[in-house]
Every structure is written in structure tokens, then in C-alpha cells.
């Protein structure tokens, strides 16, 4: 597998409060995604980081990337009900184009 | 513009069934995949095609599965003679091309075999 630990598998917050979750990979990859699926969608893409970068920002969200220890961590600020949601974090598939994808944290977040 | 679009949404049947997936991508995708997604867990890669081309296929379960996508296109994922096993949601997403790492998926067909 190319996933190491995995990120916590639930979590539920209350509203307002804030939220980070991790993953840690195994083989080199050149950018980690973070996609949400919500209930009965398919995932979507909410913020990518590349391998030189340390930081990425986006809004209430912010991703890092640690290529040294192959993990990143995805934080949200001020969560609302609407970011309850499975958050993955996926890495490239033999250096292409497709995903491959860890188990994913399900956040629920309470009004 | 559209997004990838997937049909049936569901299915149910009998273990020994065959069972078709169809997805429609974003127009001007020129790279289609497909994911098999069970429950609780992240989707993985079944197969994976630029223009008509199958780049990888590897990653298919085994000969039950095929996937073709034969004018660029549309493309259709089937699996004859189900079995329990293959109860998973099936994702279908796209991508612009080899520059672009955004995938977008559709919202997937969930299969229950019984």
C-alpha cells in the first residue's frame, strides 16, 4: 500500500472549532490533493500542495507537506455543519495522473 | 459546464449477473478513469484511459471486468458474473489532460450484489 499511518478515522467538533487531520505516504510523489466527498457525491478536489512547497492556503483551509517524513496535514478553521464530510488525501499512481487515495477521515461537524 | 455524469445510479442483483456502468466526462477531458469505492474506504483505481487508449488496466479485479472507451469519449465499465465481493460504489472522473492534476468525479453508481 502507499499509505503508512493512516489519518484518524472520525471526528466529531462542534461548529466554530477547528479541525486537523494527517496522512503519511510511502513512495515519492510530486504533489499531495485533498479531496471532500460528501454523502452521496463523489470527491472533490479542495486543495492540492506540490512537493516544494511547505504551505498551501486556501481559504479556511491550509495543507502542508513535509517530503522529508512523506506526510501532509490538512487544517480547517471555523468549521461550519456544511465541512462534515470524508476528507482524503490522495498521491500520484505510478507517477501519473490517476490517484491513489487513503482511507479517509470522516469529520462531523455539529451546528 | 456539465459535470461527469453516471449512469445507473444504483443497481442491486444476484450474485452471477452482468451489469454495466456507463459515464459521460467533462467535454474536452481527454483522461477517464474509474474507481471501485467500498464502503469506508477510499476509492482505488481500477482502470484508466487517455482518449481511447487504455494506459492502465492493471489495477482490474480480475478478467470479470472490462472497460473500453472506444470513441474518446463515453465509456462503460462491465462486469459479468458478480459476485458479493464487487458490492462497491463505482466513481467515474476526468481530467483536462496530462498538465492538470485535478480529477472530477462523478457521483458514482452503487452496486449491491446479494
Known amino acids: 500500500s502507499q499509505w503508512g499511518e493512516e489519518n484518524l478515522q472520525a471526528l466529531s467538533i462542534q461548529e466554530g472549532e477547528d479541525v486537523t487531520m494527517n496522512c503519511s505516504y510511502k513512495?515519492?510523489?510530486?504533489?499531495v490533493q485533498w479531496y471532500r466527498q460528501k454523502s452521496g457525491k463523489g470527491p472533490a478536489l479542495i486543495i492540492l500542495?506540490?512537493?516544494?512547497?511547505r504551505e498551501k492556503r486556501s481559504g479556511r483551509l491550509r495543507a502542508t507537506l513535509d517530503t522529508s517524513s512523506q506526510s501532509s496535514s490538512l487544517s480547517i478553521t471555523g468549521t461550519l455543519a456544511t465541512d462534515t464530510a470524508v476528507y482524503f488525501c490522495?498521491?500520484?499512481?505510478?507517477?501519473?495522473?490517476?490517484?491513489?487515495f487513503g482511507t479517509g477521515t470522516t469529520v462531523s461537524v455539529s451546528p | 459546464e456539465a459535470g461527469v455524469t453516471q449512469s445507473p445510479r444504483y443497481a442491486v442483483l444476484q450474485e452471477g449477473q452482468a451489469v454495466s456502468f456507463w459515464c459521460d466526462p467533462i467535454?474536452?477531458?481527454?483522461?477517464l478513469y474509474w474507481y471501485q469505492q467500498p464502503r469506508d474506504q477510499g476509492p482505488q483505481l481500477l482502470v484508466y484511459?487517455?482518449?481511447?487508449?487504455?494506459?492502465?488496466n492493471s489495477q482490474l479485479p480480475s478478467d470479470r471486468f472490462s472497460a473500453v472507451r472506444p470513441k474518446g469519449t463515453n465509456s462503460t465499465l462491465k462486469i459479468q458474473s458478480a459476485k458479493q465481493g464487487d458490492t462497491a460504489t463505482y466513481l467515474c472522473?476526468?481530467?483536462?489532460?496530462?498538465?492538470?492534476?485535478?480529477?472530477?468525479f462523478g457521483p458514482g453508481t452503487r452496486l449491491t450484489v446479494l
Open positions: 500542495i506540490r512537493s516544494n512547497e
Open positions: 472522473a476526468s481530467s483536462r489532460d496530462w498538465g492538470g492534476y485535478e480529477q472530477y
Open positions: 513512495t515519492y510523489t510530486t504533489v
Open positions: 490522495a498521491t500520484e499512481y505510478q507517477g501519473g495522473r490517476a490517484l491513489i
Open positions: 484511459f487517455r482518449d481511447e487508449a487504455v494506459i492502465d
Open positions: 467535454s474536452g477531458h481527454d483522461t
